[in-house]
């Protein structure tokens, strides 16, 4: 397939540092020699060609951009550790918008022409390409080598807090902390002596909108944030700024440098972008500098992470509305993910998801998603209650089945890596490290010697990542890619099991005519018995009626046939036997 021609973006978080790294040492706060990192030549068009026929249409190459980092290399020095979280640095703390990390170099004089190598063997593959792009915060120590006379703060005027031409907003001796200099809260970890020779006579505020002179460990103080012509001091109210057709010498001068940066990465190949923390920035901006990347390029993908509920958004709609009326694809649905995880680990219900559904563009028009680089691990013993990998089956059957929303995975994620121990700056949470020189050990049995065929997992690996290429099958069909959604546990209230570990709905594509009986169980050891009651509206959306008789095909497990009538759907419900736990059945009802 073309990748340029895909409907439902599938997009394969790969994150670089890790993917094809085949070191085992995972020494804590290890370095590069000792703990090792993936090159851009490890993902290989057998890694690629494997991505694309589980199912993935887009590769979402994380981490790419150059970032401050403990590592030093000839004429790019290491950055002090009092501004780096993690010997390796944070992927999201960006030293030059210009630049790739050269960590991820065979040559690292020829990093730039190696990640252009790589996106053509992406797109040989048949795969779209997603990079990062990160506009509320950049690393303390930014500066462009590549185009210094685009390096944030050049220029700036450091004697006020806000100005609409600066990039950066800039402290006084009134603000919390006590004046310059800059107090870090490293004072104490190894190597760090609390400051910053940069900010000694000036400061700048955190990436995470703290005012003072001395963040907190908890704020995001190894980077500062980014002016977009609003003061963020004075409320969410961003009306005053330019409009989507603003010509380029009416905006701000972030909205102008970034949309170099943009315009930069697409001329080097790039597909599309994930929009860090996309909530923060004004949506007048995004308008704009959306609407010039689509000049550029039509098909250009704009995916958000952001979250409604963060008290620093800069719009009073929610957030999703807001970014799709932006230019936004899809943006992050983070509620859905929060009850399918909290099913297991905070009382959730089964019956909760359906006061999470918001019925139209926004529930059609988001990117659905069970792990990230930000979430913990599913298969973690410390998380989803601690039941393994098998959880992810019932999840993903209906987080990604019940819209056409975009479908994200996280590398690691389809055989179960369990992000298990400390691997340093993060600690023991559950999540693979993205700070740290390290590895994923269970996914090192998939890459198996650069054979990427699974060699080293356990049958059970094996199976779980068979069976999420059959669901990634099975959603490009018309009944999920282009159907709707209707849901059934309101009829099936008489049932507490159905309510409280079963999940049932159906999707239906009119144009074809082709419709699913979705049905999963979430418990996590026990096998329910199953009769999923229709109503009349169920039937009517399925343009079926009680006298018809109805041919159910199980695609995704058992392959059972069943033979039920309409009637019986009202009364008694399609009786599909029983349920394993933590699995999932998909019906083509015919």
Not at 61 to 90: C, F, M, W
Not at 99 to 111: G, M, T
Not at 560 to 570: A, F, P, T
Request: hydrophobic letters at 35%.
């Amino acid at each position: 397939m073309d990748a340029d021609n895909v409907k439902r973006p599938v997009i394969y978080q790969l994150f670089v540092r890790t993917f094809g790294n085949m070191k085992s040492s995972r020494i804590p706060n290890g370095t590069l020699e000792q703990n090792g990192c993936g090159k851009f030549h490890d993902i290989s068009s057998v890694a690629l060609t494997a991505i694309r026929e589980m199912g993935f249409n887009h590769v979402w190459l994380s981490g790419v951009i150059e970032q401050a980092s403990g590592t030093g290399y000839p004429n790019r020095p290491a950055d002090p550790p009092d501004i780096l979280k993690g010997r390796a640095g944070s992927p999201y703390a960006i030293r030059d918008y210009f630049d790739v990390c050269p960590d991820y170099a065979v040559e690292p004089n020829r990093r730039l022409e190696e990640f252009r190598e790589l996106i053509d063997q992406c797109h040989g593959a048949g795969l779209r390409v997603i990079m990062d792009f990160i506009p509320n915060h950049v690393a303390r120590s930014y500066g462009s080598d590549i185009r210094p006379d685009l390096s944030f703060g050049e220029g700036d005027n450091r004697e006020v807090f806000f100005d609409r031409d600066n990039h950066f907003f800039y402290l006084n001796e009134t603000h919390d902390g006590g004046g310059p200099p800059l107090k870090l809260p490293t004072l104490g970890m190894e190597g760090c002596s609390g400051s910053f020779e940069l900010e000694k006579y000036f400061g700048r505020v955190t990436g995470n909108n703290a005012v003072t002179w001395s963040p907190s460990i908890h704020d995001w103080y190894e980077t500062v944030k980014l002016n977009y012509g609003h003061d963020f001091t004075k409320g969410r109210d961003t009306s005053h700024l330019p409009k989507a057709d603003a010509p380029i010498n009416a905006v701000p001068k972030t909205w102008r440098t970034m949309d170099e940066i943009i315009a930069y990465w697409q001329a080097m190949g790039v597909d599309g972008f994930r929009a860090d923390m996309a909530h923060m920035i004004p949506m007048e901006f995004w308008a704009w500098v959306v609407r010039r990347a689509r000049k550029r390029n039509p098909k250009v993908y704009f995916g958000a992470e952001a979250y409604d509920s963060d008290p620093k958004k800069t719009t009073e709609q929610d957030v999703i509305d807001a970014l799709l009326n932006a230019g936004f694809d899809g943006a992050y649905e983070h509620p859905t993910y929060k009850i399918l995880q909290g099913i297991y680990e905070t009382g959730k219900w089964a019956n909760d998801l359906d006061g999470g559904i918001f019925l139209g563009r926004r529930f059609h028009q988001c990117i659905r998603y069970l792990e990230n680089h930000d979430e913990v691990r599913i298969a973690n013993p410390q998380h989803w209650g601690g039941h393994g990998m098998k959880v992810g089956k019932p999840a993903a059957a209906v987080m990604f089945g019940m819209s056409r929303a975009s479908i994200m995975f996280y590398n690691g994620q389809e055989i179960g890596e369990p992000a298990i121990g400390a691997e340093g700056f993060s600690g023991d949470d559950g999540r693979t490290s993205i700070f740290d020189y390290t590895a994923m050990p269970e996914f090192q049995k998939w890459v198996n010697g650069e054979k990427f065929d699974g060699g080293g997992l356990s049958r059970v690996q094996k199976q779980l990542r068979d069976w999420y290429a059959g669901l990634l099958l099975i959603l490009k069909e018309p009944a999920f890619e282009r159907g709707e959604f209707f849901g059934l546990n309101y009829a099936n209230q008489q049932n507490h099991e159905f309510g409280h570990w079963i999940y049932a709905f159906l999707r239906r594509d009119a144009e074809s005519g082709q419709a699913y009986l979705c049905v999963a169980n979430f418990h996590p050891d026990q096998d329910i018995p199953v009769k999923v009651r229709f109503s009349p509206e169920a039937l009517g959306f399925l343009g079926r009626s009680p006298s018809t008789d109805i041919f159910c095909r199980e695609r995704l497990a058992n392959h059972k046939e069943i033979k039920v009538s309409g009637d019986i759907l009202l009364s008694d419900g399609l009786d599909i036997g029983n349920l394993p736990s933590c699995e999932a059945h998909y019906y083509e009802l015919k």
